[in-house]
């Protein structure tokens, strides 16, 4: 059989988005041309690799065979890469990171500090839900990953290397703002804002409730944090969220942590990846980076675990040799 790399690769993407269109957009090529290669690649192969019922395609069996073929050789490669940039050193690579929408709020700012001192690194950010993540870590999409909860039901290294404070907000004229040790029953009476089914925070949030034998009264669920704040600030309902996500709004005191029993809640961020996976040089670089800061914490910089300082993150990274 004769096919070539970018048939495997244009055929990768497709199934992977599970359509031609996003692979194209991806690829930044058009759909047609997408659709022409993968055509060619089926009557090489002989068999159809996708069916198309109503709007949706679906991988057939020859085509799940070959999507995991795709996967070895993609591995493959990354690990060729990896030699390579192990002989260079950390002057070259690729990282390429996955975290929870919530982490969106500080990892960029962890990234600065490390691609100025390995400007030749090429990273790359994948943000999405904690269900997401999840099915891409499953896939083996990406070099490292960043989650509040580490997975269960696949093996994998986790390290946690920040404080996730979870906080229950109110709008600053709420009737509960400014009282001590609220109950969480008299919280659980209160209309609430919930992320979306799949969020991290939302499963920290039912948890919580679940464990004191309390169900929230959800008013409304909205897919962003941004959304939630939007929401509570708008007097629809009280919502957690990590105080990621809120320091300016908290600061500029438009939206009010209440003091309930129980909160904050107080969890970790952590960094994970497969455990059958070997790190190139670039994301080990990387991961020691972020657990590095927690050290830095445990030698007392204050305020680290919650909100790094650029100073104290950049003493937290080797230098190039
Ligand atoms: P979320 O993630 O953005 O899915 O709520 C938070 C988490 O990883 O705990």
Redesign the pocket.
Known sequence: MHFSWRQLSLFEAVARHRSYTRAAEELHLTQPAVSIQVKQLEDTIGLPLFEQIGKRIYLTEAGEDLRVVCREILDAIGRFEMSIAERKGLRRGRLQLAA????KYFVPRLLGPFCERYPGVDVALKVT??ERLLERLHENLDDLYI???PPQGISVVAEPFLE?RLVLLAYPDHPLVGQCNILPERVAEEPFLM?EQ?????A?TEWFFRELGLAPRIRMELGS?EAIKQGVMGKLGLAVL?QNTVTLECETRRLESLDVNGFPLI?QWHIVHRSDKTLSIVAQAFRDYLTGLQLSNEKGNAGIVSDPEPAVVASALPKLT
Do not use: E, L, P
């Open positions: 929870t929408t919530t982490a839900n904690q989650i509040g909860r996730n992320r799949g969020s991290g925070t939302r920290a944090n990590s969890r």
